[in-house]
Structure formats: structure tokens, C-alpha cells
């Protein structure tokens, strides 16, 4: 479980900002899994989804998602990987392709969290942000994912990764603005996601 709780540039849980909002959260947790679940309602309710309220910049590193409370579905993956990191949560990284406009092409990869409980073993969320059509819980064992599978071209990836996907982080680093991300929005084929390590 060792990597999937160590620091790293993009998930940089041993920033002071992040202890300390990490230590709050759990203040009034008696256990991991309350912990996870107050990480995960703070990153989905407090972070604001770059595109749902069009705010910038454009975040990955987790302080920076922390300081601007903002970021896409990624960066706020980011970020509630560090805050579960800080509380010695072990958590990793999912991905979906998914229909950009729910009616087939275009695509782009989705970004979100597998965070391991006791007792339960490796538990999926998504703290994108709920909204109109999304309902996204923690409610385990049983998982309430932000999106389903609908096209043959969508994809819902098994694999849990370490490390966000480099593809990912180069995406967010090279746009500034959320209507630049939304243009450019991270993408890979079905045929490429084996090479990705995320089959």
C-alpha cells in the first residue's frame, strides 16, 4: 500500500495547507472510513468544478486545487488524494472515457478516486461536483459513481493507478483558461488504454 500513499509533486499532501485542511476534516472522525467520507463530501461540496462555475486557473497540484478551490474532475482528484494521503488513507487514481455531451463523439477521459477501507477493501468515488443529473455518493460497499457507461465508445477503466496519468497532468499544465481546457480536453482510444496500464 506504500505507493499509494506517498507524496509526490501533483499530489503534495505534505504541503502545510494540506495537513492542516487534512487534520480538520478528520477532527470529529472516529474512524478511516468516516475520515474518507468527510474528505470526499469537502473536495465534491467545497472545491468548485472549473467548468460548472467557469472559473480559473486552471489547477493540478493539489495545493493549488486547495488554493483556488477550484479544478476539473482531475484536479479534484488530485486533491482528495492528498487529503486522504495526509489522514494515512491509502487512495489512487480511476479513469472513464466518457461521451463529452452524452450523445457519442466527442470523448474525453474522466477522472476519480479508489480510496482502500478497512474491511471493505478497494472502495471508487467521484468528487467532481454533484449537479443536475449527477448524484455522486459515499455510500459503501455499494458504489455511486458521478456517470455510467453508455456508448460503445465510453469505457469504465478497472485498473487503480498510483499516479494521476502523466497524459493528465500534461493536459492541465499546458491550458490556462476552463473554456481552453474544455477545448482541449484529455482524451485516449479504446485500442490505446492497454499502453496506458488502465486494462
Given at each position: 500500500?506504500e ?12 504541503h502545510p ?9 478528520a ?7 468516516a ?18 462555475y467557469q ?13 483556488h478551490?477550484?479544478?476539473?474532475c ?6 482528495l488524494?492528498a ?8 487512495t ?14 466527442p ?14 477493501g478497494w472502495?471508487?468515488v467521484?468528487?467532481?461536483?454533484n ?7 459515499f ?8 456517470f ?7 469505457a469504465?477503466?478497472p485498473?487503480?493507478l ?9 493536459s ?7 473554456d ?5 480536453l ?12 488502465l486494462?
Amino acid at each position: 500500500m506504500e505507493e499509494f500513499l506517498k507524496v509526490s509533486e501533483m499530489i503534495d499532501w505534505q504541503h502545510p495547507d494540506i495537513l492542516e485542511c487534512a487534520n480538520q476534516i478528520a477532527l470529529k472522525c472516529e474512524t478511516p472510513i468516516a475520515i474518507a467520507k468527510a474528505c470526499f463530501e469537502w473536495v465534491r461540496d467545497e472545491i468548485r468544478h472549473s467548468y460548472d462555475y467557469q472559473m480559473n486557473p486552471v489547477t493540478c497540484r493539489a495545493s493549488d486545487v486547495l488554493q483556488h478551490k477550484t479544478g476539473y474532475c482531475f484536479a479534484k482528484s488530485h486533491l482528495l488524494a492528498a487529503l486522504l494521503r495526509a489522514n494515512q488513507i491509502p487512495t489512487g487514481f480511476c479513469y472513464q472515457r466518457l461521451s463529452i455531451d452524452d450523445q457519442g463523439a466527442p470523448y474525453s477521459l474522466h477522472g476519480f478516486n479508489a480510496i482502500y477501507l478497512p474491511e471493505i477493501g478497494w472502495y471508487r468515488v467521484d468528487a467532481r461536483g454533484n449537479k443536475a443529473g449527477v448524484n455522486a455518493q459515499f455510500t459503501p460497499p455499494q458504489e455511486q459513481l458521478a456517470f455510467t457507461i453508455q456508448f460503445p465508445e465510453e469505457a469504465d477503466f478497472p485498473a487503480i493507478l498510483s499516479d494521476p496519468l502523466p497524459l493528465i497532468v500534461d493536459s492541465l499544465h499546458s491550458q490556462k483558461t476552463w473554456d481552453d481546457m474544455l477545448c482541449n480536453l484529455p482524451d485516449i482510444s479504446l485500442e490505446s488504454a492497454k499502453s496506458y496500464g488502465l486494462v
